[in-house]
């Protein structure tokens, strides 16, 4: 068994650099603790790249990448390129060439309700307790990189959507297989009444259903989908879907546990993968040591997952659960008695190690008192 690992690390914009430092603070402490080696090698990308090589993603970047058992990243995303509609180079753009170069099709997007949060929720407790949904989005083809062009003196514009067959089938396959391991339910989301992208999408769809007889395959428009969300969320288990449609149904999931700084995902692909929280750079919170870690470090859990280090993985996820229980949280999700984002880092990471023996005393953790003893 493998047991070192080369991770190439891009902790990007905004409050990136600070939940990827937390990430590696937990990769440190699985290390110790199950006796694995991780070396992390550095790269721009976003707006820090553009700003120090004009690029947003650099050759050297995509390299380090390209040479890494997997890739560890923070957020991307900077005010004064998305309050100017005339840039010609944006930070998003090296994100969206990372995934194309690194074959990245299927991003993977888990959501689950934690009791002693479902109060945190917009909706109400009775709706969203229980909720445990996997997103499939496909990643690297659709209208984000089909052809483009804009003609500024007419005022005309267009995005094409295409898709093709081999650019749906690998991650429907991939949704299917993880629905056997759970409650064996698909949801194709899509827009087939008035879309032809969506109508291949259900008619492949169709046929690789019958490969899993097993698994319940339905099928729901995209606008239903996004108010069935809503009303009743605990009716989805798997659901797989295009570039767009996953991008919008996701971010919109993300807020039924509470808070965006909870989730995950991974993005994989035949040979590569990246793992990032989905919230953004949020930049108005860098520097002030609130941002929730909690999303980045369980997307190293998810990491774990592809590295095959299911023991470690499992006791990640219970020291998370183990500080949210414990109210051991970032202000996002407790504005009384908030930590602060490297505090909660070390608590998860403390918590690794020590278990119960942890450094923390916690009866002094829940008055307050963040005392070690």
């Known amino acids: ?21 937390e990430s590696i603070k937990i990769l440190n402490a699985i290390a110790e603790a199950f006796h694995y080696r991780f070396d992390f090698t550095y790269g721009l990308m976003g707006a820090e790249a553009i700003y120090k090589t004009g690029n947003p993603l650099p ?13 560890l990243f923070g957020a991307i995303g900077d005010p004064s390129f998305d309050n100017n509609p005339d840039a010609k180079v944006r930070p998003e753009q090296g994100l969206l060439k990372l995934r194309k170069e690194l074959g990245l099709f299927a991003n993977i997007r888990p959501l689950k309700t934690y009791a002693s949060l479902v109060e945190k929720s917009p909706l109400k407790k009775e709706i969203i307790d229980g909720t445990d949904i996997q997103i499939f989005r ?12 804009t003609d500024e003196e007419a005022g005309y514009a267009y995005d094409n959507c295409k898709y093709h067959r081999d650019e749906i089938a690998p991650i429907v396959h991939m949704a299917f297989r993880e629905a056997q391991k759970r409650r064996k339910k698909l949801t194709l989301i899509d827009k087939a009444n008035v879309l032809d992208t969506s109508r291949l999408w259900r008619k492949v769809c169709k046929e690789i259903a019958e490969e899993y007889p097993d698994v319940e395959l ?12 809503v009303l009743n969320p605990k009716q989805f288990d798997v659901i797989v879907t295009e570039n767009m449609f996953g991008d919008i149904i996701s971010d919109e999931a993300s807020v ?10 991974a993005s994989i692909g035949n040979e ?3 793992f990032e929280p989905i919230h953004g750079s949020y930049p108005q919170a860098k520097g002030k040591g609130i941002a929730n870690p909690i999303a980045s470090i369980l997307s190293t859990a998810m990491m774990l997952d592809y590295l095959q280090l299911d023991q470690a993985a499992e006791k990640l996820r219970q020291s998370v659960e183990y500080a949210i229980e414990n109210k051991y949280v970032t202000v996002d999700l407790n504005s009384e008695q908030p930590y602060s984002t490297g505090e ?19 009866e002094n953790v829940k008055l307050g008192k963040s005392t070690i003893v």
């Open 218 to 229: 339905d099928f729901m428009f995209v606008d239903n989908a996004a108010m069935q969300l």
């Open 1 to 21: 068994m493998k047991t070192d690992f080369n991770i190439a690390v891009l902790p990007g914009d905004g409050i990136g650099p600070e939940v990827v430092e």
């Open 59 to 71: 050759g050297e970047t995509l390299e380090i990448c390209k040479q890494s058992d997997a890739v």
């Open 256 to 265: 039924i546990g509470g808070s965006i700084g909870l989730l995950p995902s």
């Open 272 to 274: 590569n993968a990246l």
């Open 138 to 149: 496909e990643l690297v083809s659709g209208i984000y990189f089909g052809e483009k062009f």
């Open 344 to 362: 909660v880092g070390s608590f998860i990471a403390d918590y690794i190690t020590y278990s119960e023996k942890s450094y923390y005393n916690f």
